[in-house]
């Protein structure tokens, strides 16, 4: 209970900047619950994945490597199931399942660094909010030691003390965001590597696959010149047929 009212009273001594520092420290823990859950996840087996997936599609069975990609969460299983859909049809164009990849990793790179911008600015406002309250308490205790004519030792001491608070929680609130913050990059490098493995499997899938005629890469400029081509008339030869028959 003694513990309990000595953090009421820092509060309330810390005075009106105390409300936007504690906002601050609820709004981080939610997202770094929730970053830890979302790229523990995104890891999760992802090993396993890829050896599955391989096994499957070089085995002939498309449709089961779609659906461990499917069901697997996580940007890793997104890129196999973007190259697996492609590959299923037998026949795609040069550069297709590379620029595939490519806008399926980009958008899942987005995905895993969602909140990171959060914690960065709450890492870096919330000192300065600190700073901003101690500012504020030293002005009004100034202006008490002006009001009251004299040089009370007392008098200075505390109004140092509240001012001192804000600063302190600011910094508290800073410290373990920020490492935090630089603890999910690493684990969303990590999970980079991941992208770039499976982005990897999946061209040397389709290489093997073309070479053993399982798969036919058709080239643009190829696929041009077929729509280019005329038909022939409807009719049979177009040929006209020698006066006098």
């Not at 900047?17 to 609820?26: G, N």
């Not at 990897?200 to 080239?219: F, H, S, Y």
Request: net charge negative.
């Amino acid at each position: 209970m003694s513990t309990q009212y000595d953090l009421l009273t820092l509060f309330a001594d810390g005075g009106p900047m105390m409300y936007p520092l504690i906002l601050c420290s609820l709004i981080a823990l939610g997202v770094i619950i929730a970053k830890t859950w979302t790229l523990y996840a995104a890891h999760r087996g992802t090993q396993r994945l890829l050896a599955e997936v391989e096994e499957a599609a070089r085995a002939g069975r498309t449709d089961e490597a779609i659906g461990i990609a499917a069901s697997t969460p996580g940007p890793t299983a997104a890129i196999l199931y973007t190259g697996l859909r492609r590959i299923k049809g037998g026949t795609v164009l040069e550069g297709e399942i590379d620029h595939a990849v490519s806008t399926t990793g980009t958008i899942e790179l987005s995905f895993l660094e969602r909140g990171l911008v959060i914690l960065a600015t709450i890492a870096n406002v919330a000192p300065l909010m600190g700073f901003l309250g101690t500012v504020a308490g030293m002005i009004i205790a100034f202006d008490a030691i002006a009001r009251a004519g004299n040089v009370d030792p007392a008098l200075v001491a505390g109004g140092i003390k509240v001012a001192l608070l804000t600063t302190a929680t600011g910094l508290v609130i800073a410290v373990p965001v920020n490492i935090g913050y630089n603890y999910f990059v690493t684990r969303i490098d990590g999970l980079i590597l991941d992208m770039e493995q499976g982005a990897q499997r999946i061209l040397n899938i389709a290489w093997d696959l073309e070479k053993d005629g399982r798969l036919t890469v058709v080239k643009e400029d190829a696929r041009v010149m077929a729509r280019a081509e005329p038909s022939p008339p409807a009719g049979g030869s177009s040929d006209p047929e020698p006066a006098g028959a």
